[in-house]
């Protein structure tokens, strides 16, 4: 499978400079940031924190002046230059970085050019925006996972695995999006390949991530309802298996 190449926008000044390192982390799971930029007034003394790790993240930074009091300048030079890349076909995908809203639109018009749009902000970033996105990473969990955890004790070690705080409860609407989805993919004897699972239910909600209700994996996640049947067959290398599961 071909490597993506993204293009990383960030708008430093509606997201953390905390967790650089496991933001790009995230991004290179989905492929290779071939161009990585940040926008904001950097004569402002409110995104000083990011000074310190854009050389450390070999990140270029886009200077930006605020022409008018309250206006986000840096969203018009962001959206300028995601179109020059656009049409430059340097790059297979897009990762915006922020938690604005006023991003929606790129992201709506990249997807129909046939780009892929990741998107990465906080949890308080608007919906639409998550839902223009292919997919949308929440900076909570990234800020999770880069946390020590203590060494499991007789008590926790027997436990489902999990992160830290999840930022989502296990609820109803949530078991409902699962069994759906199981449904929809299930074959005539009613198992569904796991593999398939995570992407089919991304289509439906952009924002979906075990990792946002505590669980690290998708299997995780379902082994802890008790509401799916799991058959962990043979693949024929002995160290892989396919894993089905069914609804009880």
């Known amino acids: 499978m071909k490597d993506?190449?993204?293009?990383?926008?960030?708008?430093?000044?509606?997201?953390?400079?905390?967790?650089?390192?496991?933001?790009?982390?995230?991004?290179?799971?989905?492929?290779?940031?071939?161009?990585?930029?940040?926008?904001?007034?950097?004569?402002?003394?409110?995104?000083?924190?990011?000074?310190?790790?854009?050389?450390?993240?070999?990140?270029?930074?886009i200077q930006q002046y605020s022409y008018t009091t309250g206006k986000n300048s840096s969203d018009s030079a962001l959206i300028i230059d995601a179109m020059d890349i656009l049409y430059s076909e340097k790059v297979d995908g897009f990762c915006i970085v922020s938690s604005d809203s006023d991003f929606t639109r790129l992201a709506i018009r990249l997807r129909e050019a046939g780009m892929k749009v990741i998107g990465i902000g906080e949890k308080k970033t608007p919906k639409p925006f998550i839902t223009a996105c292919d997919k949308f990473v929440y900076i909570e969990i990234l800020k999770h996972i880069a946390q020590p955890t203590s060494k499991p004790n007789a008590q926790t070690k027997n436990k489902p695995k999990t992160e830290s705080t999840p930022l989502n409860r296990v609820?109803?609407?949530?078991?409902?999006?699962?069994?759906?989805?199981?449904?929809?993919?299930?074959?005539?004897?009613?198992?569904?390949?796991?593999?398939?699972?995570?992407?089919?239910?991304?289509?439906?909600?952009?924002?979906?991530?075990?990792?946002?209700?505590?669980?690290?994996?998708?299997?995780?996640?379902?082994?802890?309802?008790?509401?799916?049947?799991?058959?962990?067959?043979?693949?024929?290398?002995?160290?892989?298996?396919?894993?089905?599961?069914?609804?009880?």
Not at 20 to 37: C, D, H, W, Y
Not at 201 to 220: E, V
């Open 4 to 61: 993506l190449r993204l293009a990383v926008l960030i708008d430093a000044d509606n997201v953390p400079y905390a967790n650089v390192k496991e933001m790009l982390e995230e991004i290179a799971k989905n492929g290779t940031p071939t161009i990585k930029r940040i926008y904001a007034d950097w004569t402002k003394p409110t995104v000083s924190g990011w000074k310190g790790v854009l050389l450390e993240n070999a990140i270029t930074p």
């Open 171 to 248: 609820d109803e609407g949530l078991i409902k999006l699962l069994t759906e989805s199981v449904s929809d993919l299930a074959d005539e004897t009613g198992w569904t390949f796991l593999g398939e699972l995570g992407s089919f239910i991304l289509k439906k909600k952009t924002d979906f991530d075990p990792r946002n209700y505590g669980f690290t994996k998708l299997l995780s996640l379902i082994k802890s309802l008790d509401k799916f049947i799991i058959d962990e067959r043979e693949s024929g290398n002995r160290n892989v298996k396919h894993i089905y599961i069914k609804i009880k």
